[in-house]
């Protein structure tokens, strides 16, 4: 039986086969975007409520302030970070913000998680074993390449890949052990899906969190335990305040580019990516584009609006780096230092 409307169209199109291409890759569209989101609604969301949630830096920034979200919606959170005094400040904060106090426990644990052995300290002191690990720890110094030195490289790299590191390896191994269903999510940066000048200490840190996150989404798959990496631009954070002590001038002006946003803000939707099941998330449509130009092979989030998005950020973001990254690089030659004062070049 053929619907009156359709025979019109029908009668409209007198056999046109470009109409029927057409209408036949809307439907194709239509059907590929909607597959993952019924998909998604099937699977179970995850919930904060009691969940026994460690947060790696999570005495400031965006790792407080997903400790104080999560610890709202009911979940038991523990933080890691090495200055007591923060901690203590923090816990109080987290504590204020609890649903339900007398039935959650919150706590925090003072420890340098950018060592293997820091790490399974921390975990080992968990009252309960994580079934959910956010790795917030980190941060940059940024500068010209040319200006650092051994140790600020070194401190990158520790500060920012080892600590996800050792402490993913650490409540991988406590998961397993447990044998409970867990969740662990990278902090990553934009600055992990372009590169930046002023960031070589850092950026090539976050390009390798990437590379964990996508390496152990694969392998978990052995393990009930998820992972997800999150891309955030810039979050008004202390660390952010440190950060701009160091920044090159260049860099802070690529950087009115980009609208900051609150730590809480990153955090809500830190959470909501993560209750979509997105394994890549992002926080700005700006990051976005970027995610779905650089995606890769990795799960996306949601074919049809990437395909457009990544076809759009192709197209558009070449266009700001020639127009804008790049032309404020060449303004700015003039300032790059000549030469490094003290080092000798024999
Ligand atoms: N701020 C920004 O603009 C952006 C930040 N990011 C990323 O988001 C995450 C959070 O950033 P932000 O909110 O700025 O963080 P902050 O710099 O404000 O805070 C960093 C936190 O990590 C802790 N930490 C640092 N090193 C260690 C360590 N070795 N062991 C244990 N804890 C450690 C710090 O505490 P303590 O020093 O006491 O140990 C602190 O709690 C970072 O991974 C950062 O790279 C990504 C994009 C933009
Ligand atoms: C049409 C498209 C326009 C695109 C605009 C993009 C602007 C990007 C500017 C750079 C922002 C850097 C954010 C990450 C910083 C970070 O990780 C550190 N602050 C770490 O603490």
Request: glycine share 60%; no cysteine; net charge neutral.
């Given at each position: 039986m053929s619907h009156p409307l359709l025979e019109k169209v029908r009668a409209a199109q007198q056999g046109n086969p470009l109409i029927y291409g057409l209408a036949f890759g809307i439907l194709l569209a239509v059907v590929l975007n909607i597959m993952p989101l019924l998909n998604a609604r099937a699977k179970k969301r995850w919930m904060p409520e009691r969940k026994n949630v460690l947060i790696t830096?999570?005495?400031?920034?965006l790792g407080l302030a997903l400790a104080e979200l999560l610890a709202s919606k009911g979940a038991n959170v523990t933080i890691v970070a090495r200055n007591v005094d923060k901690l203590e400040q923090a816990l109080e904060k987290i504590k204020k913000a609890s649903a339900s106090p007398k039935t959650q426990s919150h706590a925090y644990i003072s420890a340098d998680v950018s060592t293997f052995n820091g790490a399974k300290q921390a975990v080992k002191k968990c009252s309960q074993v994580p079934d959910t690990l956010f790795c917030c720890a980190g941060g940059a110094k940024p500068g010209h390449f040319l200006e650092q030195e051994e140790q600020d490289f070194e401190m990158g790299l520790k500060m920012d890949y080892w600590t996800a590191l050792a402490s993913t390896h650490a409540t991988a191994r406590a998961m397993r052990e447990a044998g409970v269903e867990g969740k662990i999510v990278l902090v990553s940066s934009l600055v992990g899906l372009f590169g930046l000048v002023g960031y070589s200490q850092y950026a090539p840190m976050k390009y390798a969190i990437r590379g964990l996150a996508e390496t152990l989404r694969s392998e978990f798959l052995l393990y009930n335990i998820t992972v997800h990496c999150y891309f955030p631009a810039t979050i008004l954070s202390p660390g952010f305040e440190t950060e701009q002590l160091t920044k090159p001038h260049v860099l802070k002006e690529i950087e009115k580019s980009d609208v900051p946003q609150t730590p809480a803000v990153c955090a809500a939707r830190l959470l909501q990516g993560v209750q979509k099941g997105h394994f890549f998330i992002t926080s700005d449509w700006q990051t976005d584009l970027f995610r779905a130009a650089t995606g890769g092979v990795a799960p996306g989030n949601g074919c049809f609006m990437d395909f457009c998005k990544s076809r759009l950020g192709r197209i558009a973001l070449p266009i700001w780096r020639i127009f804008e990254a790049d032309a404020i690089v060449k303004k700015h030659r003039t300032e790059a230092p000549t030469s490094t004062p003290g080092a000798s070049s024999s």
């Open positions: 830096g999570g005495s400031q920034g």
